[in-house]
């Protein structure tokens, strides 16, 4: 298993264990149910996304018979979508007085702009390893 696909399993697990407890965490305590965002994000795009980039960049390309096209943007991706996930749901933790609230609103759509590109690197390199590229006559 290449390294990029285990860390993405680890990092997968990590997060729904994570959200787990934060759910717990907000069912014990109404108090804590502004955690939601930080529940939900962990979720989906934790434990779910995570998994699904491990799995699929384990998988589909072995189902194509071919290799992924770019070993370093699956790198590059794995770095961006945790640098990402956990600096949104930082920002979106830390309670915002009014002086904060500008700046931790810019720090957290910088995050989500990082989250957003390593979206972008997964469909590229699945796209370019997926589909073929059209043969020109010799």
Request: glycine share 8%; aromatic share 10%; with cysteine.
């Amino acid at each position: 298993m290449d390294s990029y696909v285990k860390n993405f399993i680890i990092a997968s697990v990590v997060y729904l264990g994570l959200s787990s407890l934060i759910g717990i965490m907000m069912m014990a305590s109404p108090t804590h149910l502004t955690f939601k965002f930080v529940h939900s994000h962990l979720m989906l795009l934790g434990w779910v996304t995570m998994m699904i980039y491990g799995v699929g960049y384990h998988v589909l390309p072995r189902f194509a018979g071919r290799v992924i096209k770019s070993r370093k943007a699956a790198e590059a991706q794995f770095w961006l979508a945790n640098i990402g996930l956990i600096g949104m749901v930082i920002c979106y933790s830390i309670p915002m007085s009014s002086t904060q609230e500008g700046i931790l609103r810019m720090l957290g759509a910088v995050f989500g702009v990082m989250e957003a590109v390593s979206i972008m690197l997964f469909v590229y390199n699945m796209l370019a390893t997926l589909v073929p590229k059209p043969e020109h006559p010799a």
